[in-house]
């Protein structure tokens, strides 16, 4: 597989950095996005079909990923890319145990951009390694694009591109060593680490088109009240029985993204920032 290297643009410099949160502590912020910048290709259908970036866990007791993201580049091959985004622990040459899985994400694949996924505080360990990574394989040959990414600055702790030629072999990612692992320069990635004590109020959500509206299935673990504020925007949307499980159907058909955040009903018991992005 060759890679090609294309330089459009160097603008914004963003390495590993801490960023307010909504409390007296700090989040840990993974990013290190410099600019959109054309890098490794082609990442899609037929291959390249998985992309990855390892990373290691802040040893700083933010230990929960809330969100991670790429910054994609432009298109190699044009026709939209089905993909679905992934965390896993890293053993140094392929993935281990698999710990996230997106909905199916529809990538327009019409230029720059930046995709975000929600992970609703998955609780990571300290200083150990792990690979945020998207694939075709489990959706393999529903799509037709292929992709360029961005470069991102060398400053992600442990972290270095990984890719594999794979196919439509998702069961090789965890059996088999990938065919490059190491590469630099790396992925332009982003990941938002929180910390706070298990059992704290935290989100999930998942956003998929349902009759061609955007609906955004949510979930939660850790509030004690009966119901549950629900917002969309910082904007109160329902307040609904806390049954950990709640579904917006936003009557919206466009490209959006949305932010969300529950509270114990009439509290200021939150949880975190849940983002969905619908990109067509």
Request: charged fraction near 15%.
């Amino acid at each position: 597989m060759m890679k090609t290297k294309q330089t459009l643009m160097r603008a914004l410099v963003a390495g590993t950095a801490l960023a307010a949160a909504g409390s007296t502590f700090a989040d840990t912020i993974y990013n290190n996005f410099k600019g959109y910048s054309d890098f490794w290709h082609p990442f899609g259908y037929p291959n390249t079909a998985t992309y990855g970036e390892t990373f290691t866990a802040p040893t700083n007791g933010d230990v929960n990923l809330q969100d991670f993201g790429f910054y994609m580049g432009s298109p190699d091959v044009p026709g939209n890319i089905l993909l679905r985004a992934y965390i896993a622990t890293w053993t140094g040459t392929q993935a281990g145990t698999l710990l996230y899985t997106s909905a199916d994400f529809d990538f327009a694949n019409t230029g720059n951009d930046h995709i975000t996924f929600s992970t609703g505080g998955l609780t990571l360990t300290p200083g150990a390694s792990y690979v945020a990574f998207l694939s075709v394989s489990e959706l393999y040959g529903l799509s037709s694009g292929e992709a360029f990414i961005s470069q991102g600055d060398p400053t992600i702790p442990g972290g270095s591109f990984v890719y594999y030629n794979n196919g439509g072999d998702f069961a090789a990612l965890f059996n088999s060593t990938w065919s490059a692992t190491g590469l630099t320069p790396d992925w332009a990635f982003n990941a938002t680490f929180t910390g706070g004590a298990g059992g704290a109020l935290t989100l999930r959500a998942v956003g998929r088109r349902e009759a061609g509206i955007n609906t955004v299935r949510l979930t939660w673990s850790g509030a004690t009240s009966t119901n549950i504020d629900v917002y969309r925007d910082d904007v109160l949307i329902v307040t609904t029985e806390n049954d950990g499980f709640y579904v917006d159907s936003t009557g919206d058909t466009r490209r959006s993204r949305y932010i969300y955040h529950v509270c114990e009903a009439g509290t200021s018991t939150c949880s975190n920032n849940a983002r969905v992005t619908f990109s067509h």
